[in-house]
């Protein structure tokens, strides 16, 4: 019996016991081959030498120190590090433990922001829907995530909500690509005008949306046609590309493809690669300058920011990132990935989309292809195809509820950086044995 709360309170999940380059070993010594890097984490796989070196290393030196008394050499080399190769304009950094808290430090800062300049009456967020910015309340909010909002909607507060850029089921029949890019931009800012532009304190979304939607990035033009909306009211951007992020679309920040520069941005998962928790805040200078010349402060904190050991694995993994020159193999290797999905499913009746950047993709399975009709939700067909996945050896991402929360399916996938194209051809393999598995024990069932 478990003593743990584990994420399903109805079995206890498989023991994992080891990991070495792209694979995972349960308790009985079987392989799983990591897919989705556990949820586009791990991007230099398990067990690599140079990261447990240097963790090593800072912990024979010292583990921790609080914030309020230190900071560490850790801490400000990863900081250094981070700005010389952030966005235009982006000249400090927030340390928190994850994804999630990274989230609710860039909502308060940003709402600490107006405080600091003289325009406390901003006080509103707009964001899209089918989106997702972390568990904990403010990102909640913030998300547009409908089954994980749900039971918790009467505690959260009200944000603004506009359309994802979606561009498989939203963009209408005959609609030209920057017509439905115009359509898009002016629902935000009717949405500006709804609450009163001088309201707004920011815009929240992904560049490529992650596990909600399933690797789908935004018709061209979108990002900064956003970029001028909000320049135009003086209402911040805020990219969380806590999943999207770090190397994973082939860019260090997903945001340097859409040829502008946020505000605020949230990172995390790839910036420690899971070897320690860890995320961040990467601040426009104007931002924290407000906040130095004004109350002196970021009025926020947590006991494990800036933590020592974090930084010291989150700094190693970029390291490695760079002096392997793996962001052009994620491109390449993300290129061959591309084609081998479509090689294996452009002709399969169940799949409606294909779509992702670097390595970073997503799978839309549909009931008809030429309808988009999604399955049954009561079939869950995402848990069938994850367990279906497991059983032959590979771990990926399949959601539910792509659509509106509840109708929809697909599969995301997030590879390591160091997979290779015989990996990958196995990933594509193993996919697809399990998605016919399942697809064709509902057949019988039916």
Known sequence: MSHVIHRSLAHVPLVAVGGKGVELFDQAGKAYLDASGGAAVSCLGHAHPDVLAAMHRQLDQLAYAHTSFFTTEAQEALADHLVAHAPAGMTDVYFVSGGSEAVEAALKMARQYFVEIGQPQRTHFVARRQSYHGNTLGALAIGGNEWRRK??????????????????????????????VARLLAEIDTKFQALGPGNVIAFVAEPVVGATLGAVAAPPGYWQGLRALCDRYGILLIADEVMCGMGRTGTLHAVEQEGISPDL????????GGYQPIGAVLAQRKIVEAMRSGSGMFQHGHTYIGHAM??????????????????????????YLQKQLHARFDAHPHVGDIRGRGLFWGVELVQDRSSKATFDPAFKLHAKVKAQAMAHGLLCYPMGGTIDGLHGDHVLLAPPFISSEAELDQVVERLGDAIDTVLATQAIAA
């Open 151 to 180: 039971q918790f909607a009467p505690i959260l507060m009200d944000v603004g909500r506009v359309a994802p850029a979606y561009e498989y089921r939203d963009r209408l029949d005959g609609e030209s690509q920057p017509a439905y």
């Open 265 to 272: 941005m949230t990172i995390a998962k790839g910036l420690g």
């Open 310 to 335: 974090a930084a010291a694995a989150a700094l190693a993994v970029q390291q490695v990132i760079q002096r392997d020159q793996l962001l052009p193999q994620v491109l390449a290797r993300g290129a």
